[in-house]
Nanobody, 126 residues
Framework: QVQLVESGGGLVQDGDSLRLSCAAS????????RGWFRQAPGKEREFVAA????????YYADSVKGRFSISREKSANTLYLQMNTLKPEDTAVYYC???????????????????WGQGTQVTVSS
């Protein structure tokens, strides 16, 4: 099973930027997918963004489109989430997730992923 480790979270102010990173312990299949999810207190885990590892196709939740950008560095086996113009409602624990196969869609569903990181806290103060 792939082990994922997130980093880069922290406390920022409304309008600031942060970049999250997710390092994997094993090489992700070239046909795999990685995603970012977040979970605020008392709420369900929600989709943020996903990227197909081979082609680099990206997908975003409407709430972050235009502000967040997902990318990957294949040689370093690392996933990134650049978060700009952060808002207090972006406050959550952010999780990196991976799945081995691109086929089947459903990239926005937590149940579609095989491996998860431990999460990193992002807090945006107003």
């Amino acid at each position: 099973q792939v082990q994922l480790v997130e980093s880069g979270g922290g406390l920022v102010q409304d309008g600031d930027s942060l970049r999250l990173s997710c390092a994997a312990s094993q090489r992700i299949s070239s046909t795999g997918v990685r995603g970012w999810f977040r979970q605020a207190p008392g709420k369900e885990r929600e989709f943020v963004a996903a990227i197909t590892w081979n082609r680099g196709s990206t997908y975003y939740a409407d709430s972050v489109k235009g502000r967040f950008s997902i990318s990957r560095e294949k040689s370093a086996n690392t996933l990134y989430l650049q978060m700009n113009t952060l808002k207090p409602e972006d406050t959550a624990v952010y999780y990196c997730a991976a799945r081995r196969y691109e086929s089947g869609g459903g990239f926005h569903l937590p149940s579609a992923y095989d491996s998860w990181g431990q999460g990193t806290q992002v807090t945006v103060s107003s």
